[in-house]
């Protein structure tokens, strides 16, 4: 009988990944006490992103919290639904150069997600728990990655701090060549 091999057990990597995102698709109908137990992990993920990107571009943070709290929100029809915060930072300078980079700072999961995949096998043995390990640790970072509308509001709120980060990134973009040459 054949071993399995570095490919199967991705393979097996890639069905966890289906299961957690089907879970993570089917996880409201099993009440609020799994559906918040199922998003702590990326919930801590993404708020500590909130709160490191504040701390670094000097949005001073005061506040910071994964301890679920009710919410309330009247729709249209006049009906009341109720749903729940699963974190939050609270920062004290929203101002033009923190708002910006703190709303979208879940985002910056991603390349340390790619980072982890790229780089796991340097640190754990290629074998199947840690292959597993790796998949699951992957799908978390992403799943914090996910900015709310709570984020983007936060985000845009600034529109001077929506300038100054535009005209970097153009003028990253205009001189590109020129960067990758100085940085290789």
Same mark, same amino acid.
């Given at each position: !009988?054949?071993?399995?091999? +570095? ?9 966890? @990944?289906?299961? $957690?995102?089907?879970? #993570? ?18 919930? $801590?993920?993404?708020? /500590?992103? #909130? $709160?490191? %990107?504040? &701390? ?7 506040? &910071? ?9 009247? /729709?249209?029809?006049?009906? @009341?639904?109720?749903?729940? %915060?699963? +974190? ?8 033009? *150069?923190?708002?910006?980079? =703190?709303?979208?700072?879940?985002? /910056? ?21 840690? =292959?597993?390990?790796? #998949?699951? =640790? ?20 600034? *529109?001077? +701090? ?6 970097? !990134? ?6 590109? @060549?020129? $960067? @990758?040459?100085?940085?290789?």
């Amino acid at each position: !009988m054949n071993q399995l091999s +570095g490919a199967d057990w991705h393979f097996a990597g890639l069905i966890l @990944v289906i299961v $957690l995102a089907a879970v #993570h698709g089917r996880i409201g109908t099993a009440g609020p006490f799994w559906q918040i137990l199922y998003a702590l992990p990326a919930t $801590l993920l993404h708020e /500590l992103s #909130h $709160l490191v %990107v504040a &701390f670094v571009t000097g949005g001073r943070p005061t506040g &910071f919290s994964i301890i679920p709290t009710p919410r309330f929100a009247t /729709l249209a029809d006049g009906t @009341v639904r109720r749903g729940w %915060v699963l +974190g939050s930072v609270t920062i004290r300078n929203a101002g033009p *150069l923190a708002s910006l980079p =703190t709303g979208l700072a879940p985002l /910056l999961l991603i390349p340390v997600a790619w980072f982890l995949y790229h780089h796991w096998f340097a640190w754990f043995p290629a074998d199947l728990y840690h =292959t597993l390990c790796l #998949h699951l =640790t992957v799908y978390l970072f992403v799943a914090g990655a996910v900015p709310s509308t709570q984020d983007l509001l936060v985000a845009f709120s600034n *529109l001077t +701090g929506v300038a100054i980060y535009g005209t970097l !990134m153009a003028l990253c973009w205009v001189w590109r @060549v020129e $960067l @990758v040459s100085l940085f290789s």
